[in-house]
């Protein structure tokens, strides 16, 4: 992971950057962008440059935008001007995945930040710059990249320690989430994935964790999670991660889909909808890298995460349209549709949290729904929940990530569609509304959390199809950034 450090004086300056903000108060659109102020005094002549090449380049100051000048044997050898637009924390995010990017075949790199630099500012360019910086490769073939140190100058680098922190980890554990989502299937089976959060619950004495494997979910009735594993080689898991302060006034459980991979089951996907179903886990991974997070940040929330881990493959013993799933808590599913398969994981998990762990509060993510793009395009997940205060909550911490969530209905005209001959529930009726339908389904086991429940679709936002701002290519690790935003407001 690239080094940050923030430092009171420059110690090297082989490459510097100076913020620019658009045209002062007052500017016209097309008004040339401005240097900002900077928090420590800048090599002779150095400001004047940037203050002319500004104009020359035609900067306009906006997020992201950047605008290079080589100046051979001087100091810096670099001149980078980096658009920083509003000054916002999300700009800044913007600004410093863009430098990452523009940079990478320097070494290091000086960014000068204002005297004034709130913590949200500094937050924001460490976020961006970890989180664009971020590679997933499973061999050496593309090469190392050259950019491995960055410096950020400010007057006081004490000022900014516990947000640098913060930072940090967040972005280190959203990296994780991208990692354990972009691992191949040939390799990312139930059994891994719980070995993973094992290995990183041994570093951190306060977390606890245990793993149920196919014996214990039969003998506790976990009969969702042992229908959808049952086609496959690879048995499933359970995996609940927990961390329990000894001052914590509140729990939450925090629920993520696990499907390893989704072929569809009987009810098989066509390949192009099959290829990229190593992501089906991006839940399940968002929500323990969140759990992992809290524990790191000693947040004072009692954070635990329940993990239903499955592979859902065609096979003799696969389970199969119209059969009758038998639920822990004692609901049943008519299953119309193998290839809904994540509502039968998730109804297990989230009945079980009910009735087991009697949270303050539930939530459940997960990659449910091609519905979700269709409603929401690429980059929004789609949330739904009873109360408002909460679900307004949960939004405004999704906003402050630098995320995407919209609030969706739940219809009680369409809990009708649910209704089954021979069972309690219909799992997948096609009736429209997928995304909706499926919110509704997952709703009958939430019991009396029902007013106390979050449900967010994030197939969508869980893939980034390219590059864009601290996105890369591939998985997003949607959904880490936003629960520790919000785990971090019930302090």
Known sequence: MLAI???????????????????????????????????????????????????????????GEVRTQFRPGRTPGVLVLLGIGDGEEGSWRRAGAALVRAVADETHVTIALPPDASPAAVRGIYEGLLLASYRFRLTDAGGVPALTGVDLLVADPDRYAAVVETARTTARLTRWARDLTNTPSSVKNPEWFAGQVAAHAAGAPDLHLRVREPAELAAEGFGGILAVGGGSAHGPRLVELDWRPADARTHVVLVGK?????????????????????????GAAAVVAATVGAAALRLPVRVTALAPLAENMVSGSAFRPGDIVHHYGGLTSETTNSDAEGRLVLADALAYAVRELRPDVLVDLATLTGANAVALGKRTGALYSENDRLAGDV???????????WRMPLPA????????????????????????????????????????????????????????????RGATGWGVRSLLRWLDTLR
Request: glycine residues 10%; charged residues 25%; negative net charge.
């Open 5 to 63: 450090r923030l430092v009171a004086e420059p110690e090297r300056l082989d490459t510097l950057v100076l913020p620019l903000c658009p045209g002062g108060e007052g500017a016209g659109d097309d008004a040339p962008a401005v240097p900002v102020p900077t928090a420590v005094t800048l090599p002779d002549g150095v400001a004047d440059e940037a203050a002319a090449l500004a104009p020359a380049a035609r900067s306009t100051g906006r997020a």
């Open 258 to 282: 696990g499907i390893t991979f989704d072929t569809g089951g009987i009810s098989i996907k066509p390949v192009p909808a099959m290829k990229l179903m190593r992501k089906d886990m991006a």
């Open 395 to 405: 939004l405004a911490a999704v906003e402050a990530a630098g995320e995407a969530a």
């Open 413 to 472: 005209d369409y809990v009708e569609y649910l209704g089954s001959d021979l069972a309690d529930l219909y799992s997948a009726p096609n009736q429209g509304a997928g995304s909706v339908v499926a919110a509704l389904y997952l709703r009958e086991f939430t019991g009396e959390l029902r007013d106390r429940w979050v449900h967010v679709d994030m197939s969508a936002p869980s893939w980034a199809d390219g590059d864009d701002a601290e996105l890369t």
